[in-house]
């Protein structure tokens, strides 16, 4: 059986247009949100609580939860973290609730909510959303980009073309709509270099600023961990 | 002088968000709104009267205007033209008013209206959008698809691609946003066969079943017309 519809969506914003038929979602944050969850749970955080709201988060921080903050890819200040994934690697994690607030992938993570199911995905784990996805063959699902502020870009876009790539290589996919094959085309002019490629994003050059090249580099290495973050009520989970 | 920014927005939906420095803004509804109000100002109608409302379309018919309603690529029941913009080609339409509602354009264009200046663009009418964005260098621009029901589509994509292009081989760009960079990559794999490339698209599925092939041919050709119909507190009129 293949999967009836794929489609991309390219902001939050636009979620509820493409949620008509109950899909299943993957919450794309590549840099940094989505990839920092993945490593988070991969290494051994029990969950990970997404919350939109730096005040929701500060209640948190004060209740003695690790909490993790960032707006405008810099720390906020009187937190200790903010998205870079390598923060979340090592054993001070293990075991913990970890609660997170960024300024595009925690929100995109709340309009996805009452969808299906909701698992995140990132280039480090890109095969275990494409298998995840293959078992659910009679779901439309739904690629959605967290984008920025509101707005496309293209790190995310890169990263659903990828998984569009992998679902029809393994003729998983019965309708690939218009922003899946665009998301598809634009994948395989930058996969040979994603890096380059990306060198020109406007995020890209929003990122450069804050002197995060080993952090970017490593949000676009493929398949790093076999990880499956799912949204539940109670968080962000590992699924068994 | 260049353009400060160029930005793609692929949703109407999304409108607010690109709209934050009072931008110029062409809208686009290829396939087939903004084709036919091209050939409706260039066949020497007075103006067009976009309405998103189908009963207020027909109050007008009620008044005895030339109104045009299209939900679904048809012509809705009751009203003699649909979005064809063969039907706004000849001497009827000539110094008239007409009124035209459709399923995705029209909504693009009330999105837009509070924008600084907005003209109706679409691959007809290309270089004069081109040459008009010129005469702004110190305004954003936000290049406005009308898409499929708040959804991504390929060919308002590719349109805006196309003009991303052309302003800069005139090196008229300082930055293009991820949006931009974007589109303009897709005009670039499609360029040499626009019609072959939007085949698999699923806005063209859609209208195959609508036996409308010349129609989209038409609409997909390059600078028929010189024209510039531009969007007044009176409907679009074409700019002297």
Same mark, same amino acid.
């Given at each position: ?9 390219y ?15 993957v919450?794309i ?14 290494s ?16 948190y ?29 090592? /054993?001070? !994690? *293990?075991?913990? #609730? ?8 925690? =929100?995109?993570? &709340? ?26 063959q ?32 393994? /003729?998983? !996919? *019965?309708?690939? #709509? ?8 634009? =994948?395989?002019? &930058?996969?040979?270099?994603?890096f ?26 493929l398949?790093?961990m ?15």
């Amino acid at each position: 059986m293949k999967i009836p519809r794929v489609h991309v969506c390219y902001s939050p914003e636009l979620f509820s247009a493409y949620a008509e038929n109950e899909p299943v979602v993957v919450v794309i944050d590549v840099l940094r949100a989505t990839t920092a969850i993945c490593t988070a749970i991969d290494s051994g955080a029990e969950r990970v609580i997404p919350v939109v709201n730096v005040k929701v988060a500060k209640d948190y921080l004060d209740k003695g939860y690790i909490v993790a903050a960032e707006r405008g890819g810099n720390i906020v200040d009187g937190f200790e973290y903010g998205n870079s994934p390598a923060a979340f690697r090592g /054993d001070h !994690v *293990k075991g913990k #609730t970890i609660v997170l607030t960024t300024s595009n992938g925690t =929100y995109a993570i &709340a309009a996805a909510q009452n969808a299906h199911k909701v698992a995140i995905g990132a280039f480090v784990n890109l095969q275990s959303i494409v298998n995840w996805l293959c078992s659910f063959q009679d779901r439309e699902v739904v690629l959605l980009c967290a984008g920025w502020k509101r707005k496309f870009n293209m790190e995310d876009t890169l990263f659903a073309g990828a998984v569009v790539e992998k679902l029809k290589e393994m /003729d998983k !996919v *019965k309708e690939l #709509t218009d922003s899946g094959i665009a998301a598809l085309h634009l =994948y395989r002019l &930058a996969r040979e270099d994603l890096f380059g490629f990306l060198e020109d994003s406007s995020h890209r050059r929003r990122l450069r600023k804050l002197d995060i090249t080993e952090d970017v580099k490593f949000c676009l290495s493929l398949n790093e961990m076999d990880v499956l973050p799912i949204l539940t009520p109670d968080g962000v989970i590992k699924q068994q």
